[in-house]
Each structure stands twice: as structure tokens, then as C-alpha cells.
């Protein structure tokens, strides 16, 4: 069965630097997103993406970050100016055609900022 | 905004012991899905619930959606240790599919 990856499969960065989170999405998904879950809590919303470009963002999805699609298979989360707060395990998701169909995560990224 | 409020947060279990989890929603729902997530692992889709009343099985599970479509339930008969994990209800939170999670209910099993 198709799955979402993601690399790397944990990320230790300092404070302040720049972390770059990559997804491959299923290959017949046209939507895709990013998680996040802070360690034991909820599964977060941050960016749904669509044609090339960003479809719906949280509050937390501020100018700190960014999602980009660099060619026909990658999507990345782009992490400016890491915080301590930012520590979580991201998961990025696709769907084969958005609105109310299933999502289908890939294993995470735990990042950890210290 | 919208909540998607999920209890009980902790459930242990004797194996072989039901177990049910309940999902609301502060706004009317188009349609609810659930996840499940192993201890370490990432979501998985377990099933999605569109019409008012919906009463769906699959083996020992059965998921309802309330008539109003803004609460749902999963009741899992005669717990398995390979139940463990926390199950997540989660909503349409917009138009292009990002769902909005409740916190999940995290199920333990003693054997």
C-alpha cells in the first residue's frame, strides 16, 4: 500500500536556526498538509496546500513558517528561527481529494529544540 | 473558533472489557472521521461517519454520529491487548480538508 515519508525521522536543532522537514506524499494525492503534535497532546492543524499553493493556515502557521513543493514529489515545511516551543513530532499528510476524505499521515518528525 | 471536545482523556481497561469514547463538536458537522494512534506511531484513518444517526461496525467496533451531526461515539467490545493506542474523532474544519482533532482518548488494556 502507498505511504507518506517523511525525512528525517528525528531532527535536534539549536535555538534560533532553520529546520527543513520533507514529505513525500502519496504519488495520486493532490492535497497535502502539515501536523503537528506536541509530545502526549492533540493532533494540531497547520497548513493545508493545493495547486501549488496554500489552501487554509492556523494561528500557529505564522511568517515563522513556510511550505513549499521544490518539484513533482517533494513538499516541505521550512522552520525559520526555531523556538523551544516548536519542539513537537510533525506529520505531514495527503489526501486524494481534499474537502472531507481521509488523510493519510506519514511516520513523523520529531523535532527537538534546544 | 471550533472545538472538538473528546472524553474520557485516560481509559484502562481489564482486557475483554468494552470500552467507548465520546467526540463533540461546537459547531454541526459535514462529517466526522476517527483515528487511531499506536503508542509511538503516526494517525491512522480508522472510519469516516457523513450521515445524521450514522451507525457504522467494523468486528468489535461500532462508531455512531448523533442525529444533530456535532457528537459521535466509538465503543470497542471485548478489548484486545493489540487495542491499545488513542483514538482520535476529528471534524472538517474547513473547506480543504484540514480536520480539526480532539485530544484523544488514550486506551490502555491490562491482560
Known amino acids: 500500500e502507498p505511504e507518506v515519508t517523511q525525512t528525517p525521522s528525528h531532527q535536534v536543532t539549536q535555538m534560533g536556526q532553520e529546520v527543513i522537514l520533507r514529505c513525500v506524499p502519496i504519488?495520486?494525492?493532490?492535497?497535502f498538509y502539515w501536523y503537528r503534535q506536541i509530545l502526549g497532546q492533540k493532533v494540531e492543524f497547520l497548513v493545508s496546500f493545493y495547486n501549488n499553493e496554500i489552501s487554509e493556515k492556523s494561528e500557529i502557521f505564522d511568517d515563522q513558517f513556510s511550505v513549499e513543493r521544490p518539484d513533482g514529489s517533494n513538499f516541505t515545511l521550512k522552520i525559520r528561527s526555531t523556538k523551544l516551543e516548536d519542539s513537537a513530532m510533525y506529520f505531514c499528510a495527503s489526501s486524494q481529494t481534499g474537502g472531507s476524505s481521509p488523510l493519510h499521515f506519514g511516520n513523523g518528525t520529531r523535532l527537538t529544540v534546544t | 473558533g471550533q472545538q472538538v471536545m473528546q472524553i474520557p482523556q485516560y481509559q484502562h481497561v481489564q482486557e475483554g472489557e468494552d470500552f467507548t469514547t465520546y467526540c463533540n463538536s461546537s459547531?454541526?458537522?459535514?462529517?466526522i472521521q476517527w483515528y487511531k494512534q499506536r503508542p509511538g506511531g503516526h494517525p491512522v484513518f480508522l472510519i469516516q461517519?457523513?450521515?445524521?444517526?450514522e451507525v457504522k461496525k467494523q468486528k468489535r467496533l461500532t462508531f455512531q454520529f448523533g442525529e444533530a451531526k456535532k457528537n459521535s461515539s466509538l465503543h470497542i467490545t471485548a478489548t484486545q491487548t493489540t487495542d491499545v493506542g488513542t483514538y482520535f474523532c476529528a471534524g472538517d474544519g474547513g473547506s480543504q480538508g484540514n480536520l480539526i482533532f480532539g485530544k484523544g482518548t488514550k486506551l490502555s488494556v491490562k491482560p
Open positions: 504519488s495520486n494525492h493532490l492535497y
Open positions: 461517519l457523513v450521515k445524521s444517526g
Open positions: 459547531t454541526t458537522l459535514s462529517n
